[in-house]
């Protein structure tokens, strides 16, 4: 047997701390499938009871925007100030 | 006090810390170090399974010994565990495969255990039945890996289950003690027990390419404080402060 | 981000990461020896975060483009740089409670100040880090208290302990600011948020009064509260030994790699199956 391939992919873990809140990213791990991945991250990531669901999905999976992008991804939307509630002048004792 | 009851309890929890002793040993040497957490947890639940055992059985006895007392000061002859716990780590697919078996069996005994007419073990069983269930689905999906992963793998895996497999009868052992505590309700038929358990470990490792081995005898003893060679070195470690320093608090 | 500055990070975050997986084995040393059940548990926990630790900082310095083979290969091969501290032996139980409580005690007093770092993922981790790693030196305090209050043996055990791990923690802190050229570069960077003279002093402050109250000496003639200044002074650090250790002739330098090279050697054809069956599975399901 030659030189095999011994390198456990990489992947993403997010973990939902308490009902109702959304899964958050807290960090990646290596394992060879998606069971063990999903072991790991339990015993990993919950040693102190921080998670009630856990989600794992294969780092190569993600599609990140690119930092050259920001400027036209993100930047268009910071002159809608229309779209914030703070922008219409409404009198204040009035509830809406 | 029940002499049953305490020598029950004794065989427990003294089944716990040393499965629990043996795993600890993996700390820091695993094959990754996903691998490490994980089986330090297992051995984390197995040592606290053991204090909650030993302390109990402390109190059944009625003599004032505590769960350390019972740890540190009992000599070889004195424990009760099976023999399967106390053989050296060996590999990792030496460690695995035992640590499948155990752990299905304590599947199926804690799960039974839970209906024990005696309140404390059944209490302790509650706690244990989730921790056994993680622990086989982590082993579990080992030897599925290990036994159908690459030909080495399925070698050393097929070897360790040859070697382990003779260890198994003890397990389900009876005596008089044995069938004490059955008679009262307080622990499960060890008959029915054998077959939940060969019904639990048979199919992993048929999906594994592993093959039960047939044609053995059973290795036996530790119930009676017969041990291994192995069992004396593995006190002498786990027992040196306390037998270099007695009667100190730690 | 600027080239500079990824391969600091990665340099830095690497050598922490490293620095908690073999941060396990001199702890670990006792796992099977911990004098009490409730010790040995705690023990293992510690352990097992140290683990966690690693896991947490190569998967920060993952999100620069490290991979852990990488970094694993460097550990390995003697190239990458960890905590020297961990080229000591643990000699006896008490070196158990002195670690906890001086080296996990110096290590905070450094990541409190990292949790400021200015890269995200590695502050991140740092939080999670110190969140864990408050019990570790509480545990440890808490065995040189037991061991202080106990028989002259105990006592003579943890001053032992104590005369072994002071300097040696001391080092930690590494070389004083003005010679420090990484150090410098990493405080201009915001990686480093204070300099290692300054943390090194906090620890002194903060650790001469716990000692008092254990009874236990502090093994410095030199060592004596400067009015003035208030703060402690202290005796310099034997400087030899520290560029002696950190070039890898530490007494237990050799073992301590040999350990992690033996475990991940030995755990070839457990990664190899773990891939061929993922393998097979994956074909399995294409069929």
């Not at chain 3, 001199?26 to 020896?33: A, F, H, L, M, V």
Request: charged fraction near 25%.
């Amino acid at each position: 047997m030659g030189k095999t391939n011994q390198h456990l992919p990489l992947w993403e873990v997010f973990i939902r701390s308490k009902r109702g809140l959304d899964h958050k990213h807290v960090g990646s791990l290596h394992a060879a499938d998606a069971e063990q991945a999903m072991q790991y991250a339990r015993d990993t990531y919950t040693r102190r009871s921080e998670g009630c669901s856990i989600w794992i999905v294969r780092s190569a999976d993600i599609h990140a925007s690119q930092a050259e992008d920001s400027a036209s991804f993100f930047d268009p939307a910071d002159d809608k100030v229309y779209r914030h509630p703070t922008f219409y002048d409404i009198p204040e004792d009035l509830k809406i | 006090m029940s002499a049953a009851l305490f020598e029950y309890t004794l065989r427990l929890g003294d089944d716990a810390l040393i499965d629990g002793q043996r795993l600890s040993e993996w700390c820091g040497h695993g094959p990754f170090l996903e691998e490490d957490v994980g089986v330090a947890n297992t051995a984390l639940d197995l040592i606290g399974r053991a204090r909650l055992l030993l302390a109990y059985a402390g109190t059944v006895e009625g003599k004032g010994r505590g769960e350390d007392d019972l740890a540190y000061t009992r000599d070889e002859r004195e424990w009760r565990n099976v023999l399967i716990t106390e053989l050296p780590r060996g590999d990792f697919a030496f460690t695995t495969v035992r640590q499948f078996l155990l752990d299905a069996f304590n599947r199926q005994l804690y799960e039974r255990l839970c209906l024990s007419l005696d309140a404390t073990l059944a209490g302790i069983a509650g706690r244990a039945v989730k921790e056994s269930e993680y622990h086989l689905r982590h082993t579990g999906e080992w030897v599925l890996r290990l036994g159908d992963g690459t030909r080495e793998s399925n070698r050393r895996a097929q070897r360790a289950l040859d070697d382990l497999w003779p260890y198994t009868a003890e397990l389900f052992e009876s005596d008089p003690v044995q069938e004490q505590m059955e008679a009262q309700g307080i622990a499960p038929a060890t008959a029915s027990l054998r077959a939940a358990w060969l019904h639990t470990v048979e199919p992993p490792l048929r999906s594994a390419q592993l093959m039960i081995p047939g044609n053995t005898w059973p290795q036996t003893g530790g119930r009676q404080g017969m041990h291994s060679e192995h069992m004396g070195f593995l006190l002498a470690e786990m027992q040196f402060v306390q037998r270099a320093y007695p009667g100190q608090a730690w | 981000m600027p080239d500079d500055y990824r391969r600091t990070l990665i340099r830095q975050i690497s050598q922490h990461a490293h620095s908690e997986v073999v941060g396990q084995l001199p702890e670990g040393n006792w796992i099977t020896r911990a004098p009490t059940l409730r010790r040995k548990a705690i023990l293992l926990a510690k352990v097992q975060d140290e683990a966690g630790h690693g896991l947490y900082l190569y998967s920060a310095a993952e999100t620069l483009g490290a991979s852990r083979e990488e970094m694993l290969d460097q550990l390995l091969s003697g190239k990458a740089k960890y905590a020297s501290i961990f080229n000591y032996a643990t000699l006896s139980w008490a070196d158990v409670g002195a670690i906890g409580w001086l080296v996990d005690g110096a290590a905070i007093v450094n990541q409190i100040s990292l949790c400021r770092t200015s890269y995200g993922p590695y502050a991140r981790a740092m939080v999670r880090i110190c969140k864990e790693e408050s019990f570790h030196q509480r545990q440890g305090y808490e065995i040189m208290m037991t061991l202080a209050r106990g028989s002259k043996e105990q006592r003579a055990m943890a001053q032992d302990a104590l005369n072994r791990w002071w300097w040696p923690t001391l080092m930690m802190f590494g070389p004083h600011d003005a010679e420090s050229y990484h150090s410098q570069q990493s405080m201009h960077w915001k990686i480093k948020r204070q300099s290692n003279d300054e943390l090194r002093q906090k620890f002194v402050n903060q650790t001469v009064p716990q000692a008092d109250f254990l009874g236990l000496a502090i093994p410095d003639p030199e060592l004596e509260w400067n009015e003035e200044r208030g703060h402690y002074h202290f005796g310099e650090i034997d400087w030899e030994e520290f560029s002696r250790v950190i070039a890898g002739k530490g007494p237990m330098s050799r073992d301590r790699l040999e350990a992690r090279r033996r475990a991940h050697e030995e755990g070839g054809w457990v990664r190899e199956a773990a891939l061929a069956y993922a393998e097979k599975q994956g074909t399995r399901a294409a069929a």
